[in-house]
Nanobody, 123 residues
């Protein structure tokens, strides 16, 4: 399975950005998809995750109410709409896919990773 992330860039605080991640290859067994982020000097953290049919979602407390995850299973694509961005949201954002059927939150639970896309939020 290959994951390719799109979007990201530079935005001012309070602005919005949209990320997308397209999966290709043997995607039939990739159930949960997620977005992680890693800021300089910090550990990679789970931002949001979504189940195979989109019926379940997870958001980190820091992004609840501001970010929205969605997926189009027919297109094997997951999206992350980020609103009301803050400087502390600045990080490299990675999409990931898991072989688990239920949402999982650890990085080790995700078998496939995209290349990452940089999101920079200026004050």
């Amino acid at each position: 399975v290959q994951l390719q992330a799109f979007g990201g860039g530079l935005v001012r605080a309070g602005g919005s950005l949209s990320l997308s991640c397209a999966a290709s290859g043997r995607t039939s067994n990739t159930y949960v998809m997620a977005w992680f982020r890693q800021a300089p000097g910090k550990k990679r953290e789970l931002v949001s995750a979504i189940s195979w049919r989109g019926s379940s979602t997870y958001y980190a407390d820091s992004v609840k109410g501001r970010f929205t995850i969605a997926r189009d299973s027919a297109k094997n694509t997951v999206y992350l709409q980020m609103n009301s961005l803050r400087p502390e949201d600045t990080a490299v954002y990675y999409c990931a896919a898991s072989l688990y059927r239920s949402i999982v939150t650890r990085t080790v639970d995700y078998a496939y990773w995209g290349q990452g896309t940089l999101v920079t939020v200026s004050a």
